[in-house]
């Protein structure tokens, strides 16, 4: 988690000591990126539960019950861990078309350290009273500032190509988290019900 901090005030020199350490997949898992999930998914969780989440649409604070809680939070968790693993793939991808140097290894890294500040502000999220949209908005803005810092450090591309490969990946992170935070968030602020959807009854019998 103070990794998170030093990426955010003092990106270049944390981003060199990252590319030099060269951690293994599992480690950064791990040590990182698992920890991170699970403390936000904690935190938000007893936000939830305890105070409820305000929905604008109803006027009111809707107050979620246990199971509906872990339910979420399990599902978010999980989701939040796919953008992780596919912007990697994807950011490895890209980088294959301007060079192919790369592994998924620098790619994970990359991506794994930058969306640290979006799995932080997920601890707003317990305020009853915070918006979804606003913890994302934030959280993607300081992913895109870390980025910028990072791309070069760890996935080394050419200078020609890097500017590129910088606003590729920042397509790919915007609408992958974007996509996972429209899904959820709509669900907290009472848009989406999926207690009583189709999917929930077919896959209940």
């Keep these: 988690m103070f990794k998170t901090f030093f990426l955010i005030f003092e990106s270049a020199a944390t981003w060199g000591k990252?590319?030099?350490?060269?951690?293994?997949f599992v480690y950064i898992l791990t040590t990182h990126l698992l920890p991170l999930i699970l403390l936000g998914s904690v935190v938000?969780?007893?936000?939830v539960a305890r105070w409820g989440k305000w929905q604008p649409t109803?006027?009111?604070i809707r107050n979620f019950s246990l199971a509906e809680t872990v339910t979420f939070e399990v599902i978010y968790s999980l989701l939040l861990m796919?953008?992780?693993l596919v912007c990697a793939l994807l950011l490895l991808k890209v980088s294959q078309t301007f060079?192919?140097?790369n592994n998924y290894r620098e790619a994970f890294t990359t991506i794994a350290y930058s969306f640290s500040p979006l799995l932080l502000l997920r601890l707003l999220d317990a305020a009853p009273m915070m918006s979804p949209w606003v913890s994302w908005m934030v959280g993607i803005l300081?992913?895109?500032?870390i980025l910028y810092q990072g791309i070069p450090r760890v996935m080394q591309p050419d200078p020609t190509h890097a500017f590129g490969l910088y606003l590729?990946?920042?397509i790919v992170t915007v609408l992958v988290s974007g996509l996972v935070r429209v899904m959820t968030g709509l669900y907290l602020l009472g848009n989406v019900d999926f207690q009583h959807s189709w999917l929930t009854h077919?896959?209940?019998r």
Aim: proline share 0%.
């Design 202 to 204: 077919y896959l209940a």
């Design 168 to 170: 590729s990946t920042i």
């Design 82 to 84: 796919g953008v992780v």
């Design 58 to 60: 109803f006027d009111r």
């Design 44 to 47: 938000e969780g007893l936000g």
């Design 99 to 101: 060079f192919g140097r």
């Design 142 to 145: 300081l992913t895109v500032w």
């Design 18 to 24: 990252i590319a030099q350490a060269q951690r293994s």
